[in-house]
Structures are given as C-alpha cells and as structure tokens.
C-alpha cells in the first residue's frame, strides 16, 4: 500500500516525515528536490512538498488582455519569477502517480487548502482527490503532527470554493482593471506604464490619502496651557480646564494668579486594576512588535512563520485570542522551564493555569503560542518575536497588576490647578512582561491644607495637530477595523503599496503624488473601485461560503458584473483617465532638469526592454537619454560638477552621477546623428548613445518601433 502526503513547504515535509518515523530517509529527486521515505502501519509513505503555490490563475488566451475566462495552469508556466517551482511540481506529479492514498497536510487555512487541493487535483490527477484525506495542525511538533494523521477529515471544500473565489475575484478587480487603465494611457499619450489596482489595494491607498488630505485641509488652532512650578519638590501643577482656546480667558488666569501662593485643597486616593493582555493573534503580534523593536508587519509575519515552520511557536495567520486547554499549557510551561530565564517566571505562576482570553475565537487555529520546544538558534528578528510570543504567553495566567492614584487639587486665588501620581502595589503580570513600563511615581508628602509658594507660572502657547498619519501597525488595525483583506494578507498589500511607489516613508506613511492622483482620478471616473463598501461586502461573502451562506460561483457572477460596470467607465472615460493618469505618473518620475532643453528629466518604462530608463519630456524635440541599472533610487543630492541627480544602486549599494560619462574627458551631453531612413516608416534613423552602448532607433518613436545595432545597419549599408 502506497500513501502520498503532500505539503506546503520542504521544511514542513521534514518535520511530518521526522515525526511518522524517526527513521525515515532522505532522498532527491533529479538533484533538486527533498522527499521522503518511511513506513509506518504496513504502508509505504512518500512525503513530498511544494513551495506555496504550484498553480496560477491565467487567462485561456491573451494575458496581456482583458480577460474573464480563466484556468489553472503550473505557476512556472504563467511566470519566469516561478521557474524554480517547476522542480517541485515535477516532483509530486511523479512520485504521486497511481498511489492508493493520498494526504493534504498543507497549511489549515484557505490558501494553504488551496495549495494542497491544486497539487492533488492537477499534479496528481483528478481521482486523487477521492482517495484523499486531510490533516489538520496548529503546530509542527511531533505530538500535533501524530494526532493529525491519527485523526484525519475530509477537504473542507468549503475553503477550497473560498480560496478559489478570492483568486478570481483578486485576478477581475486587479489584472483586469490595472490593464484597462494601462491600455487608456497607451490609447492617448502613446506611452505604455506599469500601473497597479486591486480589490483591497485600492480601497486601502484611498484610506491613506484621505488621511493625507485631512492632514494638508487642517487649519490649526492656537490655545494655551496654564501651569505652575511649586517650590516644593519641583512639583508641576496644572490647570484644571487643560488646552484653553479663549486668549483672554487664558490672559485672565495668569494675570491672577501670577506672584500669588497655592493653597492644596484636596487630595483623593484611588485604587484600580490593570488586567493581563490577552494573548497573541496575528495582527496583535504586529502591533506590539512594531511598539516594541519597530517592526514592520511584514517584518514580523515572515519571522512568525518561521519560527512555526521551526516547531517552535504555532500557526500565526490566526484571529483567535482564545487559549484552549487542548494545547496542553503545563507541558509546554514544562519543557519552557529548561530555559533559566524563562523558569523565573514560570516557577511563580499560579496553580490554577487560567488564561486571560480575549474576544476574538478562529475556529480553525488556537492564539499564537510558543510549543514548548526550545530553539537552537536564530537570528536576531526571530529571537525576538519568540521572546516576545513566551512572555505574553506567561503573562496571561498571571493575575491583575495593582496601582494607587494620588490626585491633588489645588487653589490659586480662586482658580484650580491638579497633579496626579500613580504608583504600584502589585506588579503582578507586569513583573512577568519585560516589555510594559510600569507606573511607578513617588508620592509627595502633603497634605489638604499646605500653603506652597509658586517658582514659575507658565502660560504655553500651542496649537492643535493635525490627525497622525498612518504607520504600518496601525494600518493594520485600521483594515482590520474595516474588514477589508485578511489576516494572512494585509501586511503584503501594504508591502505592495511600497512596491508600486505609491507610498513611503517607514515611522510614518506618506503618500506620493503618484498615489493621491490615481485614488483621484478613480474617484471621479470609477468611484467603486476605491469604495470601501465594494470591498467589505465582497469580503463578508467569502466568509460566506465557509458557513453555507454563500456560493463561489454566485459571488464569481457578482464580481464579474461589477469589474464589467467598471471596465465601462474606465472605456466611457477613456481619454480623461489615460491623460490624468500620464500627467500623474509624470509629475511623481520627475527626477531632474535636462541639460539640453530646460525640460524634465522623466524616469520612464520601457516595455521593449522591461527596464527603465531616464528621458526629457521635451521627447521627440529633444532627445536626451540615460540608462539606469535595475534597482535604482534617486537621492535629494545633485552632482557638484553637472548637477544631475545622484543615483543609488547594486548591492552593495553603489552612488554616481545620473550621467555614466560624468567626470570623463567629455562631459558634453551626447547628441544623436541621423544616418539614414528608416525601414518601417520612412523617417530619420538616428544613431544614439545608451549606458549598454551606441544603437541605431528611429525618430518617429514611439509610434515607430524600429531599432538595431550599429553592427546590423553596416551589414545593411554594405
């Protein structure tokens, strides 16, 4: 009997293979691809892996074209970035063929189904899937991984239809739509651009950019802060009404209270409680490492994973703030106690383990936890989110901390002025979680009745703040709010946003001129595109299909309908979006002044090439061009003896002159010379000058084409 268990990732596979049998072989197939060998119950058992997915969503005929009509095909067929895929896939197809049965032991999410269900039903053939069972696990230790096999179920197929819904949908509203508006540009400015949409992109870059307005419309308003500096203790008073925005009001407390004493008139104790944080999810994780280390989400998913792939914390694209007892907590606060600093705490938990649960339940996978299997070694990012997963972790079955506030009113012929203090009398928790301040001030010694003398009275003029802009954290917590995208996929929307220059900036996200203008311009011409409503209600009928309120092709048909209605508008609105749209991108490449013509230095794409290069915008009266490496980024500094730009790029990260000739014998800007006509059209052929070399293009592009080398046209000549 032959049995085929198919998993997401080679490591995965590794620690399923470890756990069945510790004495399962390794073996390679045509020298590339790890698997492995056991057997275990009388069964032979071939463990193989994919990397994420196989198969990709493409068009059945143009993908350079708007289409609805669309198939899986291998991942490696549908994109050269995907070659190194095609190794693995070979590899399931043939070591899965004509097995008896078979076990998706993929990640227990959608996408990790949906990987699992492709490999199954293209690689291995469609009558796999009959002789196909599931494994379900939250964490790669051998004691999950053992139950997981013992206690198979069936493909939730509900997330199969899920997970397939989400890729049409995200193919409709982000390929389709990015190539109509790309096609309106190329339609009436002749020039082809790389632009990017998408069903929670879009909506998302729109959240941004009208923070970014509300932070440019805000008109501050001044106010002013009344406080006093007591010669006892140095002790800073302030008054009771806060930010006053009446000047002569703010004129009439200082003039009265200016040389006088302050009289304490009372003074309240209180005692409060603070409870222990609730315990990780993922977007919980993301917060508090970025208030922590700075991290980004993504920066934090990618340490997350690995150290679940490692064994060594559990599934982390989880919503749930709910510890089950299942898990096991004295076993893993057992085997966490080898660990000396970790032993300090755990040795003074209580003896009834029950953990501060929050809200949130995910019933496919607990809180992030660590498994209780100690790491050997890892990198600095990921030591501390694992330092960051077993506190919290201990944390929540401590009890409340415990504080006492002191506040103090105070009089000043007539008007009032406060302190407070806070101070602890019961770390509990907090003692366990390096990583909270704990209140902690030192209570002064008066009492309601004290006269003290006043060292300074200040007024502070100030004004009030426009709204914070975004971080990436609260980005998060901001889409999350909104149900718009998903746990597992919000960090990479903003990583794309990033990609697509759309955005910078790392403490504080900023919106470039690119960005703000596309939200603009769809919002005048296709409005639901950047409408959070369309995005949210898309999302509540996914989760739909996983509790049998509603079916993929339903939702399929809706989507299709709306991008049709969008695609329409985009059509209707051809000429206004392709020309907002071009002026845009133009405006936010602008990269410097040309040395020929006065024009603007224009980064440009070149879809001949794939590259991008540096043109005027004086373009064809003016000729001036520069080639630029892959990765480039222009920098605030110009250069001292021409004034281009400087440029930053390779790795490791080199800086020059936008002008390769810069510095040489001859700085003069090179000049094309006409050498003939052209072949196609019957214009100038002229010979110009790039980064790679002279070539031979002519003077009608781009709506000419024609270019050769040097080489080619002397072959001609002849």
Known sequence: MHEIIVCEKPSSAEKIAKALSPSAKKKVYNKKVKYWELTRDSKDITVVSGVGHLYSLV????????????????????????????????????????????????????????????????????????????????????????????????????????????????????????????????????????????????????????????????????????????????????????????????????????????????ITFTNSKTKPPVPFNLSGLQAEAYSVFGFSPKRTQVAAQNLYSAGYTSYPRTSSQKLPESIGFKDIFRQLSKNGEFKQHIDKLPDMLIPHNGKKDDPAHPPIHPTGILPAKLSKDEQKIYNLI?????????????????????????????????????????????????????????????????????????????????????????????????????????????????????????????????????????KDLTSEELTRDFEIKLEGIENNTASRDKIIDDGEKEVKAILGDIDKNSKEIGTKLYEAYQESNIVGTCPNCGGNLVKRYSAKTKGSFVGCSNYPDCTTIYSIPKGTNFLKKK????????????????????????????????????????????????????????????SGFPKCRFTCSVDELEQKLK
């Open 59 to 266: 068009p059945k005929k143009n993908k350079y074209r708007v289409s609805f009509d669309l198939h899986w095909v291998p991942s490696h067929e549908a994109s050269k970035s995907s070659a190194f895929t095609k190794n693995y896939l070979n590899a399931i197809k043939k070591l899965g063929k004509n097995a008896d049965s078979y076990i998706h032991a993929c990640d227990y999410d959608v996408e990790g189904t949906l990987i699992g269900y492709n490999a199954l039903k293209y690689a291995c053939g469609q009558d796999s899937l009959a002789k196909a069972s599931r494994m379900k696990f939250s964490a790669l230790t051998k004691k999950d991984i053992l139950d997981a096999y013992e206690n198979r179920i069936d493909i939730d197929m509900n997330q199969v239809d899920n997970g397939i819904a989400r890729h049409v949908l995200d193919y409709y509203f982000g390929m389709n739509i990015s190539i109509a508006l790309s096609d309106s540009v190329k339609k009436n400015k002749h020039r082809f651009l790389k632009l990017s949409v998408g069903r929670v992109q879009t909506p998302t870059l729109s959240i941004l950019v009208d923070r970014e307005k509300e932070i440019r419309d805000f008109v501050p308003e001044p106010y002013w802060n009344i406080r006093a500096i007591l010669d006892f203790e140095d002790i800073e008073i302030k008054h009771v009404d806060g930010n006053i925005f009446d000047k002569a009001r703010a004129e009439e407390i200082f003039n009265k209270c200016e040389g006088k004493d302050a009289t304490v008139d009372e």
């Open 639 to 698: 250069c001292e003896k021409c004034g281009l730009p400087i440029i930053s790029f390779g790795k490791p990260r080199q800086r020059a002159c936008l002008d390769a000739n810069c510095g040489k014998e001859s700085t003069k800007p090179y000049e094309p010379k006409e050498v003939g006509e052209c072949p196609q059209c019957g214009k100038k052929l002229l010979r110009r000058s790039g980064r790679f070399g002279e070539f031979i293009g002519c």
């Open 390 to 526: 077993v506190y919290r972790f201990i944390a929540v079955f401590f009890e409340a901390a415990k504080f006492e506030s002191m506040r103090a009113t105070l009089d000043i012929e007539g008007e009032k002025f406060k302190f407070n203090r806070r101070r602890v009398t019961h770390k509990g928790w907090m003692e366990h979680y390096p990583f909270k301040k704990i209140d902690n001030d030192k209570f002064p010694d008066v009492t309601e009745g004290d006269v003290m003398s006043v060292k300074d009275l200040i007024s502070d003029e100030k004004e009030t703040k426009p709204p914070a802009r975004y971080n990436q954290a609260s980005l998060i917590k901001e889409l999350e709010k909104k149900n718009l995208g998903t746990k597992a996929t919000r960090a990479d929307i903003i990583d794309k946003l990033y990609d697509r220059k759309y955005i910078n900036g790392t403490q504080q996200i900023e919106v470039n001129q690119l960005g703000e203008n596309m939200i603009d311009t769809l919002g005048v011409y296709c």
